[in-house]
């Protein structure tokens, strides 16, 4: 079956961590028995390996295997080696039962000896290592193979959707100066709908009313915020508004969005290959939808050139379409949008660019992620038009931190500013009944 070998865990430190040496130990036996293991099996079988048909004869060797290197190796949970070999053969290594705890968002690793987790808007250290950079990059090359993608130092960098919806993003040296670097957005089966972010405190009751009925009057909205303040997870709870009998057309990078509708079609780019060829970018998939008879389009995010063509869309007979955008602010949002449009090339005047955002969009959704975790909906606010130039905005509700609780998360209070939408009008031509009384200035209460 082998030579038997001692092993000698590495002493190694990363950063202000040191390195529990037993676990070390663990993995750096484990990646051993890993290769004889993969040596003593059928490699093309491996290479297409079945979990369900082949987990008994791996099982069976790595039976052997370890029952012949427990009389030399001493200190090791051999029940829990069995378990994990099998995570090494028919899945993500160290990190697979990462993947199956749904209370986590994102598992990242920085090096083969750090791993952090977000749970609830917050992020963990966790005590899980690989072996070593090696070790790693191995496991960074299954994923990505998975996705039919390659990542070499020829092509350092990739950016892909896993089969269950998750978002990967790996690079590699020479990119990654201290080793292999992975980031896994995790999306559940079951996404947050609007009930849970009513109970979580990111919304009000109020707001959501508003929101629906703006969809039901198909008013064009943007939902900005930083990265992880949660624009993904509201639109796509939002969608329950949308009238089923339409058809809608999602555009994404990575697809992330889980609509609540029935008539979806689902659109992703594709990155170049290899030779530099083949790139479907999101702009060219916004201009292919608008000949696929959709009564909404939705791009997961605006990120380029795109922009315009989602304009045009929305000034166009599109109306009611919806985007997310990353920014700091309402109006970050809006110069973000206008740079976007810049980036097809074409020399437009800034008061016609302004104009063709302030007819195309009426409301702008921002969201944030506040200390301890917790995400708001910030401000929701009206584009009224563009007066001497500049965007004439008008904030309908918002957020106000007042401080700090116990546990370190920020508390606050929700409100509306007074103003009554022009937009109000337009809601209830189209059936919305909203009561003005909800637009009057006071603190909104929340359950």
């Given at each position: 079956m082998g030579m038997t070998t001692t092993f000698q865990p590495m002493a190694v430190r990363t950063g202000a961590r040191e390195i529990d040496q037993d676990e070390l130990h663990f993995q750096q036996v484990k990646v051993a028995i890993h290769e004889e293991l993969v040596d003593s099996l059928e490699l093309s079988l491996l290479a297409q390996a079945d979990p369900d048909r082949m987990a008994g004869p791996v099982r069976e060797v790595a039976q052997e295997i370890c029952k012949e290197k427990s009389r030399s190796i001493k200190g090791i949970d051999w029940d829990r080696m069995l378990r994990e070999l099998e995570y090494e053969v028919f899945g993500l290594g160290p990190i697979e039962p990462l993947m199956h705890d749904e209370t986590i968002a994102d598992i990242l690793v920085n090096n083969a000896y750090e791993v952090h987790i977000e749970r609830r808007g917050l992020l963990?250290?966790?005590?899980?290592?690989?072996?070593?950079?090696?070790?790693?990059?191995?496991?960074?090359?299954?994923?990505?193979?998975?996705?039919?993608?390659?990542?070499?130092?020829?092509?350092?960098?990739?950016?892909?959707?896993?089969?269950?919806?998750?978002?990967?993003?790996?690079?590699?040296?020479?990119?990654?100066?201290?080793?292999?670097?992975?980031?896994?957005?995790?999306?559940?089966?079951?996404?947050?709908?609007?009930?849970?972010?009513?109970?979580?405190?990111?919304?009000?009751?109020?707001?959501?009313?508003?929101?629906?009925?703006?969809i039901e009057a198909r008013i064009s909205f943007l939902i900005s915020g930083g990265t992880g303040s949660g624009k993904t997870t509201l639109l796509n709870a939002l969608t329950r508004f949308i009238p089923q009998d339409e058809r809608l057309v999602t555009i994404e990078?990575?697809?992330?969005?889980?609509?609540?509708?029935?008539?979806?079609?689902?659109?992703?780019?594709?990155?170049?290959?290899?030779?530099?060829?083949?790139?479907?970018?999101?702009?060219?998939?916004?201009?292919?939808?608008?000949?696929?008879?959709?009564?909404?389009?939705?791009?997961?995010?605006?990120?380029?050139?795109?922009?315009?063509?989602?304009?045009?869309?929305?000034?166009?007979?599109?109306?009611?379409?919806?985007?997310?955008?990353?920014?700091?602010?309402?109006?970050?949002?809006?110069?973000?949008?206008?740079?976007?449009?810049?980036?097809?090339?074409?020399?437009?005047?800034?008061?016609?660019?302004?104009?063709?955002?302030?007819?195309?969009?009426?409301?702008?959704?921002?969201?944030?992620?506040?200390?301890?975790?917790k995400r708001v909906a910030l401000r929701i606010s009206e584009i009224l038009d563009v007066k001497d130039g500049n965007y004439e905005v008008q904030d309908i509700f918002g957020f106000k931190q007042t401080g700090i609780d116990e546990t370190g998360t920020a508390v606050g209070e929700f409100y509306a500013t007074g103003y009554l939408p022009k937009c109000l009008e337009r809601m209830k031509a189209s059936g919305a009944e909203l009561s003005e009384d909800m637009f009057k200035k006071r603190t909104i209460a929340t359950d």
């Open positions: 963990e250290e966790t005590d899980v290592i690989f072996a070593d950079n090696a070790h790693l990059l191995r496991i960074i090359q299954r994923i990505v193979s998975r996705v039919g993608r390659r990542i070499d130092e020829v092509s350092p960098l990739v950016d892909a959707r896993l089969p269950d919806g998750s978002r990967v993003n790996a690079i590699i040296p020479p990119l990654a100066l201290d080793g292999p670097t992975l980031s896994i957005r995790r999306f559940g089966a079951d996404p947050l709908k609007i009930s849970d972010l009513l109970k979580l405190g990111s919304i009000t009751q109020e707001m959501v009313d508003f929101l629906a009925a703006a990078d990575s697809a992330e969005l889980i609509l609540q509708h029935r008539h979806v079609i689902r659109l992703e780019t594709r990155p170049p290959n290899t030779e530099g060829a083949g790139e479907i970018t999101q702009r060219l998939l916004v201009r292919n939808s608008l000949r696929m008879r959709p009564d909404r389009i939705i791009v997961g995010e605006v990120r380029g050139a795109e922009a315009l063509d989602m304009l045009q869309a929305m000034n166009t007979g599109h109306e009611g379409s919806l985007t997310t955008i990353h920014a700091n602010d309402t109006r970050d949002a809006l110069a973000r949008l206008e740079m976007m449009v810049a980036m097809t090339g074409y020399e437009l005047p800034v008061p016609v660019v302004r104009q063709y955002v302030a007819s195309g969009i009426r409301l702008l959704v921002h969201l944030a992620r506040l200390k301890g975790g």
